[in-house]
């Protein structure tokens, strides 16, 4: 029992971490350049890693939209407390533990290997961490520099007043295909 309040402490305290919120853009950085020098080292069909490419920043569009919607937003499950945290205050530096991101994108980066080849998994991640990336820049923006994309600002401080509609940070694509667009 200690051991498992000790690790969620440990957890804890490096989400609220301001260093970890900043290094996990470095983290994040690092392994899409890591997986297109890879991916660009090893390529053969060029048309086909541009589209794996894409399809991979698009996946991370729907991926966003789940996790947010039914892991953030679901009270069952541990992140469901921190996300609310963010509610509350839009502005305070909380972030998944950067570890945590970086490993779940390198195993997703090992399964694709298996499933179809090291050349489109290096491209499908790669997108899928441009992705990320670009998650985590907008919405950091979105709470840092209000005027920042004045109406994808306010689609989502729609949501924050309003938790169950509005779930898309980067695209309200998702919302629509899933009927939370308010």
């Not at 709470?143 to 306010?154: C, E, I, M, S």
């Not at 401080?157 to 939370?180: A, C, L, M, Q």
């Given at each position: 029992?200690?051991?498992?309040?000790?690790?969620?402490?440990?957890?804890?305290s490096v989400?609220?971490?301001?260093?970890?919120?900043?290094?996990s853009?470095?983290?994040?950085?690092?392994?899409?350049?890591?997986?297109?020098?890879?991916?660009?080292?090893?390529?053969?069909?060029?048309?086909?890693?541009?589209?794996?490419?894409?399809?991979?920043?698009?996946?991370?569009?729907?991926?966003?939209?789940?996790?947010?919607?039914?892991?953030?937003?679901?009270?069952?499950?541990?992140?469901?407390?921190?996300?609310?945290q963010?509610?509350?205050?839009?502005?305070?530096?909380?972030?998944?533990?950067?570890?945590?991101?970086?490993?779940?994108?390198?195993?997703?980066?090992?399964?694709?290997?298996?499933?179809?080849?090291?050349?489109?998994?290096?491209?499908?991640?790669?997108?899928?961490?441009?992705?990320?990336?670009?998650?985590?820049?907008?919405?950091?923006?979105?709470?840092?520099?209000?005027?920042?994309?004045?109406?994808?600002?306010?689609?989502?401080?729609?949501?924050?007043?309003?938790?169950?509609?509005?779930?898309?940070?980067?695209?309200?694509?998702?919302?629509v295909?899933?009927?939370?667009?308010?």
């Amino acid at each position: 029992m200690r051991k498992n309040i000790d690790q969620k402490n440990f957890l804890d305290s490096v989400a609220q971490s301001k260093y970890n919120y900043w290094f996990s853009f470095v983290s994040d950085a690092t392994l899409f350049v890591a997986l297109i020098t890879y991916g660009v080292f090893i390529a053969f069909f060029v048309l086909l890693d541009i589209m794996f490419f894409v399809a991979g920043f698009f996946l991370l569009g729907l991926i966003e939209y789940a996790v947010h919607r039914w892991v953030f937003h679901n009270p069952k499950t541990p992140a469901f407390q921190k996300h609310m945290q963010h509610h509350g205050d839009p502005k305070r530096l909380l972030a998944l533990p950067w570890f945590v991101s970086t490993s779940t994108l390198v195993c997703l980066w090992g399964l694709f290997c298996l499933l179809i080849g090291r050349e489109f998994a290096s491209f499908l991640v790669a997108g899928m961490v441009l992705g990320y990336l670009y998650y985590g820049l907008v919405h950091h923006l979105q709470h840092q520099l209000p005027g920042f994309w004045k109406k994808r600002t306010a689609y989502h401080e729609i949501h924050h007043k309003h938790p169950n509609i509005n779930y898309g940070v980067t695209t309200s694509f998702w919302d629509v295909v899933f009927r939370t667009k308010k």
